[in-house]
């Protein structure tokens, strides 16, 4: 079972350049999320869609575009790399966006370095 | 949104049973209880998650208080592959899964 998988694992970036961050899930989940995570911090979220063709803002949006073409995938975009977006990015989805009780399952993460 | 207060770190012996709380003084009467963990260099994953009564399963047990103002994840034999920071989450009802706030959780160290 493949679950959620991203794409790359590693990224080095110069600043002002733009790249895309490939998430997906073959589980047909509904909900799908980016999340960001800082040395000593916890997860913060970036964007999420509750189903294709729906996002909406998180917690931390600024400089990052989503879109949701299709129930398997969710790109984060960086359109203008910034040295403040050096984090470990991770994608996560869930079956039922609106229930309380689902589980989220995440990717394996993506270390991203802006010089 | 109710809020978590989990200790920053904690050690275990091998084999031994682990007690990992969590302070929730503000839940409300629908908010889940939610543990997730995360490994080293892993995203997290699901452990356990519960409403009032207590609940088991192959990974670990959550004990919730009478009166859900706390709660505590028992890992009954901690291994060293349980080394891992471990996250205490609310989640309200009809709030979704977007609604999931990480905070530090956690860190559990596991000593051979």
């Known amino acids: 079972n493949a679950g959620v998988t991203q794409t790359p694992k590693f990224q080095v970036l110069k600043t002002g350049q733009s790249m895309t961050l490939q998430c997906a899930q073959d589980?047909?989940?509904?909900?799908m999320s980016w999340y960001r995570q800082d040395p000593g911090m916890g997860l913060r979220l970036i964007h999420y869609?509750?189903?294709?063709?729906?996002?909406d803002q998180g917690e931390v949006p600024n400089g990052y575009n989503v879109s949701r073409s299709t129930t398997e995938d969710f790109p984060l975009r960086l359109l203008s790399a910034a040295p403040s977006q050096t984090s470990v990015y991770f994608c996560?989805?869930?079956?039922?966006?609106?229930?309380?009780?689902?589980?989220?399952?995440f990717g394996s993460g993506t270390q991203l370095s802006v010089l | 949104d109710a809020k978590t207060t989990q200790p920053n770190s904690m050690e275990s012996n091998e084999e031994e049973p682990v007690h990992l709380p969590c302070n929730h003084s503000t839940i409300s009467g629908t908010d889940y209880i939610h543990w997730y963990r995360q490994l080293p260099s892993q995203g997290p994953e699901y452990v356990i998650h519960?409403?009032?009564s207590n609940v088991n399963n192959r990974m670990a047990s959550l004990a919730i208080a009478e009166d859900r103002k706390s709660s505590t994840l028992i890992l009954h034999r901690a291994t060293l592959r349980d080394a891992a920071v471990y996250y205490c989450i609310l989640s309200p009802l009809h709030s979704g899964t977007y609604k999931y706030i990480f905070g530090t959780g956690t860190r559990l160290k596991v000593l051979a």
């Open positions: 589980m047909n989940h509904e909900y």
């Open positions: 869609s509750v189903g294709a063709g729906i996002t």
């Open positions: 996560a989805s869930s079956r039922d966006s609106s229930a309380t009780n689902e589980k989220l399952f």
């Open positions: 519960g409403l009032t």
